[in-house]
């Protein structure tokens, strides 16, 4: 009998197992990991870079005690650090420090000043507002001090590359594929006036570009950029020494802090710009020109810029040279705004750049430029030659 019931027990047994009549049992799962709520430092990210240069300036316009040109020599550093937030889902809001003055085409600090302390201020402080959202189309509201809202050249006729307007921004670009549609502007605040009406700008922009094939891109534009309240106001210059940047000035003002130079005439410039992308010989060639015309100057209102640049200094071990040719007359656009390594900064004057950039290791680079120009182009007997070196190393973090 003991024996029939253990038969019974081992066939009951075995159906289970072969899942007749009995129902199976898994094992029990792991419960999921547990999700790590975000902080505030997943929304931010920071940046910054850190540059030491070198520099040598033959400038034959400024004597020496003696009536003699000299070799300007100095060492310089430029620090900037950057916070940028995502605030949610269509807006951003950033912040940068840099060193520097209030200069607002530089941020250099010159060393040899008996170790003493450099300056660290405010350079950008702005709301980037995405109406689009992850839409592959995209519109911008920008509100602040922001980066140079408008589409520039490798080297640029308005503006140096260190400028960071102040005001309201529209950036837009439509289109994917073959042509790309591009439309900036600008409402800026140049400066505040009490009892007078302000100084402005006006500005809009807009360029198409063409992807011929993946290697293959054109672009070309047209920026017009009305500066207002200009002629006869007194020009702005950020080391109150009346300096008018090459601008033409006529007799200003003299009273509390205002100068005894007002500009000549109102500037309402319009850029023309091309580039054109491509490879050779498995490196990134761009090919590039600006043309500049002030329709509100009676004369000496034009500029113009060329420029050709071989390879891309990113990579490791990778290099970038570079050439080209800039001349801006004396009322082409606003001095104050333009290169201030070109000529030593503002307008009047034309010349060349060469350059090459090599990346010695990752967020570190080597680069060395060398400007052969003239200044004070417009009056032939003030003429004079302007040459400049520079060798910087750039760490960037």
Known sequence: MRQVKIAAAVAIIAGGIGGVG???????????????????????????????????????SKLDASGSTYTRQRDRIRARLGAEAKCNDNLKAGIEFSTGQSDPVSGNQSLGDGFGKKEFRLNMAYFDY??????????????????????????????????????????????????????????????????RDDLMLYAGQGALK??????????????????????GYDVVDWESKNNS???????????????????????????????????????????????????????????????????????LRTWELGYNYAELEKDATVGMFTDSDRWGGGTDGKG???????????????????????????????????DRLQIDLVANF
């Open 22 to 60: 009995v129902a199976q049992t898994s094992a029990p799962q792991s419960p999921p990991p547990a999700q790590v709520p975000k902080t505030w430092a997943d929304s931010v990210t920071f940046k910054g870079d850190i540059r030491y240069r070198y520099e040598s300036i033959n400038d034959d």
């Open 130 to 195: 995405n109406f689009l959202g992850d839409n592959p189309n995209e519109v911008h509201a920008i509100a602040g001090k922001m980066k140079n809202p408008f589409i520039t050249m490798p080297d640029d006729l308005v503006w140096d590359g260190d400028l960071t307007p102040e005001g309201l921004a529209l950036k837009s670009q439509f289109g994917r594929g073959f042509a790309t549609f591009l439309a900036n502007g600008g409402y800026m605040w140049i400066q505040e006036r009490s009892d």
């Open 210 to 231: 063409l992807e011929f094939a993946p290697e293959v891109v054109l672009t070309l534009g047209v920026s017009y950029y009305g500066f207002q309240n200009m002629q």
């Open 245 to 315: 940047y090459g601008n033409s000035t006529a007799n200003g003002t003299v009273s509390g802090t205002t100068t005894n130079k007002a500009w000549a005439c109102e500037f309402t410039p319009v850029v023309y710009f091309a580039q054109l992308d491509l490879w050779v010989a498995g490196k990134p060639l761009a090919v590039y020109a600006q043309e500049l015309s002030n329709s509100d100057a009676t004369s000496l209102d034009q500029g113009h810029l060329y420029g050709v640049s071989l390879g891309k200094a990113k990579n």
């Open 352 to 386: 060349h750049k060469v350059y090459g950039k090599y990346q010695l290791m990752k967020n570190l680079q080597a680069a060395v430029s060398y400007f052969f120009d003239e200044k004070k182009i417009s009056d032939p007997a003030k003429k004079t030659d302007y």
